[in-house]
Each structure stands twice: as C-alpha cells, then as structure tokens.
Nanobody
Framework: QVQLVESGGGSVHPGGSLRLSCVASGITFSFYSMGWYRQAPGKERELVASITSGGGINYDTSVKGRFTISRSNGQNTVYLQMNSLTPEDTAVYYC?????????WGKGTRVTVSS
C-alpha cells in the first residue's frame, strides 16, 4: 500500500522559513516523480513544485527563487525548503506521487504565515 506522510508545517511570521518533508512507503521511490501542491482557503489546489525521477525540477512562478524542492531516494523523502514566506503562502501543503499514471496524495500539512 502506497502511503505519503507530510510533516514540517507550522506557523511562522512573514519572512520566515519552514522545511516540509514527505516520506513515501510502499513504492520504489526513486522511480517516480514527486510534487508539492497547496490549497489555500477558498481556492483550488495548485502545483508548487515538482521533481522527476531524474531530478528535473519545475516551480510555480509565485515561489521561484524562494522555495527549493529536493529528494533523497535513500530516505524515500521529498523536501520543500520554503524561505521568505509571505501571508499568501498560507495553505495546506500536500505531497503527491505519480505512480504510472495513478496519483497518490498525502493528507497534508498546514502552513500559516501571519504577523
């Protein structure tokens, strides 16, 4: 059974940083693309960043230069380093795996940025 478990969310002030982690189990992690998505209150879920099995990376323009996605295949983990956070980054952040066309989601971790 494939499972994704996110952690690292919390409350920070504007300008602060957080590092999210997503641990995958039940899959050969290194084979698959992974992504971070977020859903703000009243908005649709949107892509934040993604990383392919080969290390190719894509960022939404709103986070480019502030967020960094990375992966550790040895630890079955994908990370999202978030710097210079703003209130507009407030959302529930979800990890996603694309397993040969089947999409698996984690349950999410909440990030709140406020003064």
């Amino acid at each position: 059974q494939v499972q994704l478990v996110e952690s690292g969310g919390g409350s920070v002030h504007p300008g602060g940083s957080l590092r999210l982690s997503c641990v995958a189990s039940g899959i050969t992690f290194s084979f698959y693309s992974m992504g971070w998505y977020r859903q703000a209150p009243g908005k649709e879920r949107e892509l934040v960043a993604s990383i392919t099995s080969g290390g190719g990376i894509n960022y939404d323009t709103s986070v480019k230069g502030r967020f960094t996605i990375s992966r550790s295949n040895g630890q079955n983990t994908v990370y999202l380093q978030m710097n210079s956070l703003t209130p507009e980054d407030t959302a529930v952040y979800y990890c996603r795996a694309n397993i040969r066309g089947t999409i698996i989601w984690g349950k999410g971790t909440r990030v709140t940025v406020s003064s």
